[in-house]
T-cell receptor
Framework: SQQGEEDPQALSIQEGENATMNCSYKTSINNLQWYRQNSGRGLVHLILIRSNEREKHSGRLRVTLDTSKKSSSLLITASRAADTASYFCATHGSGNTGKLIFGQGTTLQVKP | DTAVSQTPKYLVTQMGNDKSIKCEQNLGHDTMYWYKQDSKKFLKIMFSYNNKELIINETVPNRFSPKSPDKAHLNLHINSLELGDSAVYFC?????????????FGDGTRLSIL
């Protein structure tokens, strides 16, 4: 089964509200990454959190990592319509191959 | 300037045809990738190349043949296209194979097989 599964699959909120997305993974990791994909576009890297970090911030983004539960969450605060996109977590496969294993993603809709 | 560019953006063709997708990155990265995203947005790696050398082939049928003429380019040729090949194909690059490297993606090639 795949690594990096996310919930919810879809999330709809009003502008100004916070959005939280969760990701679970199965094997040990060095780090976990989050990406955003706007409709019809490629993935854009948002943030990387290392396995020895518990929380990381970048602007309105807050990422947490719980390696004991093999889970991570992405919180977007004060959401904007422009945050409407799909969000994916990703971890690296074993070996030095560069291979990223993506979750199914959470589709976020922010209504103006 | 676009960091990772792939062409064409859309590709509509018939079953059995052969087609190619081109990818170029101007980031000076050593490593490039091809990913396939299905209709449910599931993204799966196909190939990774480092300095023009194949690193992984993720059980991709041999109808798919990547070619890297130099480390800034990774093209994908597909022979005898099948209905199941319909998907969005993304090219990506990273500085190197290290696990702490973010990957930079192109905007995808939407392949539709009639």
């Amino acid at each position: 089964s795949q690594q990096g599964e996310e919930d919810p699959q879809a999330l709809s909120i009003q502008e100004g509200e916070n959005a939280t997305m969760n990701c679970s993974y199965k094997t040990s990791i060095n780090n976990l990454q989050w990406y955003r994909q706007n409709s019809g576009r490629g993935l854009v890297h948002l943030i990387l959190i290392r396995s020895n970090e518990r929380e990381k911030h970048s602007g309105r983004l807050r990422v947490t990592l719980d390696t004991s539960k093999k889970s991570s969450s992405l919180l977007i605060t004060a959401s904007r319509a422009a945050d409407t996109a799909s969000y994916f977590c990703a971890t690296h496969g074993s070996g030095n191959t560069g291979k990223l294993i993506f979750g199914q993603g959470t589709t976020l809709q922010v209504k103006p | 300037d676009t960091a990772v560019s792939q062409t064409p953006k859309y590709l509509v063709t018939q079953m059995g045809n052969d087609k190619s997708i081109k990818c170029e990155q101007n980031l000076g990265h050593d490593t490039m990738y091809w990913y396939k995203q299905d209709s449910k947005k599931f993204l799966k790696i196909m190939f990774s190349y480092n300095n023009k050398e194949l690193i992984i082939n993720e059980t991709v049928p041999n109808r798919f043949s990547p070619k890297s003429p130099d480390k800034a380019h990774l093209n994908l040729h597909i022979n005898s296209l099948e209905l199941g090949d319909s998907a969005v194909y993304f090219c990506a690059s990273s500085q190197d194979l290290g696990s702490n490297q973010p990957q930079h993606f192109g905007d995808g090639t939407r392949l539709s097989i009639l």
